[in-house]
């Protein structure tokens, strides 16, 4: 009897998806009886590694399955089982980028909600800010890339766009050039952005924002709350500008006003949005209290839940303990050479935040870690990185 495979190019939030993932599971532990183990074929796994049945689901849901595992060879389907639908279809690629603004924005409950019940227009006639954002971010999605355009939306293609470039290094220049080539090259109606610019400010409410900081050359003070318009350093006097290197006796040039330049900035990307986004989706708002529903008990230590530390943080502050969803970070901090040449000396410090809620298999991995702070070079911060952890401290203060 054929296979319905169709499921495998569903959305991961689909009711669809979820009912062929169990189907799968069943059919391939029923076929290995006695395993407890089977390679799991998840797109970070790619059937490389065992995993028990509860392991596998939980991979599935989370990561999607590899969608070009399309005959089952390591799960027990053989010549006898046909594969019935794997083709992808129109709505696919629609799916994908619905799926990408529900993870973003958590507000997959609320569209299903509206299509079944009338009333529920009503109660969200004015939408807040981030909904805003949201629908917009849909329209994009429906926008064809060119009339009769079946493989590409305009957003998805422009997302495409950009990871190419964060891949290859590509200039913001080379960028707008491409967009200009591209929009002759495609037929008339094409719907491209013009410039970098425009992709640029159409993708912003996707990511998560950071906020500049002026920061003393010497790693003295930040440019911030009352020292915010200071023009040197209340600390060594050094001034907060880039010294400017034209000589130039040219009356045109002097009359000129030129844009000053902040000597060293730091990156700060805020918290706050990004604690919300994992209570956004049900999946890791579930596991973010794991590590009071779904630890297991016993003298091995998997995960910090488990040291003496944690335990005697619970002691010391047993209200906070009491709550589950209450976050738990961890703190780690590195330099490294950015422009991958040894011969430039230049050292980047990124500050990186671990949330130890969630278990030992999401909380290490690099899709869950948030980018707090990026502290320029050229030299280490040294035991001066406490001025540049100041607008962390105080966002962790006020939370």
Request: with cysteine; charged share 25%.
């Amino acid at each position: 009897m054929p296979i319905d495979k169709s499921w495998m190019q569903k959305s991961r939030v689909s009711s669809e998806y979820h009912k062929g993932v169990l189907e799968f599971l069943d059919f391939a532990f029923t076929n290995a009886p006695g395993k407890e183990m089977l390679p799991c074929p998840c797109i970070r796994c790619n059937n490389c590694v065992m995993q028990k049945r509860e392991i596998m689901y939980d991979h599935l849901l989370d990561n999607g399955i590899a969608r070009n595992y399309v005959r089952w060879l390591m799960h027990g389907e053989y010549e006898f089982c046909e594969p019935a639908n794997t083709s992808t279809n129109e709505s696919d690629m629609h799916d994908e980028m619905e799926e990408m603004l529900n993870d973003a924005f958590g507000m997959s409950m609320l569209n299903e909600e509206s299509e079944r019940s009338p009333h529920v227009h009503e109660e969200f006639e004015k939408p807040n800010k981030d909904a805003n954002k949201f629908y917009n971010l849909l329209r994009e999605a429906d926008h064809e890339l060119y009339p009769g355009c079946k493989k590409f939306t305009k957003l998805s293609f422009i997302i495409r766009l950009f990871h190419m470039k964060c891949l290859n290094g590509w200039s913001n220049k080379s960028f707008t050039m491409l967009l200009e080539l591209l929009k002759e090259a495609l037929p008339e109606g094409e719907t491209l952005p013009s410039n970098y610019y425009e992709a640029k400010k159409l993708l912003r409410d996707l990511g998560l924002h950071y906020i500049k900081i002026d920061a003393c050359p010497s790693d003295c003070m930040l440019y911030s709350k009352e020292h915010a318009n200071a023009n040197e350093c209340v600390v060594c006097g050094v001034s907060r500008w880039k010294s400017s290197d034209d000589n130039s006796t040219d009356e045109f040039t002097k009359s000129v006003k030129k844009k000053k330049i902040p000597a060293k900035v730091l990156r700060y990307f805020p918290l706050k949005p990004r604690l919300q986004r994992l209570y956004m989706s049900s999946k890791t708002a579930s596991h973010m209290k794991w590590h009071v529903d779904g630890r297991m008990e016993g003298e091995m230590m998997r995960h910090p839940v488990d040291s003496l530390a944690w335990k005697n943080f619970d002691n010391v502050y047993p209200s906070f303990a009491l709550e589950p969803r209450n976050v738990r970070l961890g703190l780690a901090s590195d330099g490294f050479n950015p422009f991958g040449n040894m011969s430039i000396s230049y050292s980047m410090w990124p500050v990186v935040l671990i949330p130890y809620n969630l278990p030992p298999r999401m909380c290490m991995k690099q899709t869950f870690f948030m980018l707090s702070l990026l502290i320029p070079g050229p030299t280490a911060p040294g035991n001066d990185i406490d001025i540049y952890l100041q607008p962390l401290i105080d966002e962790l203060n006020d939370l």
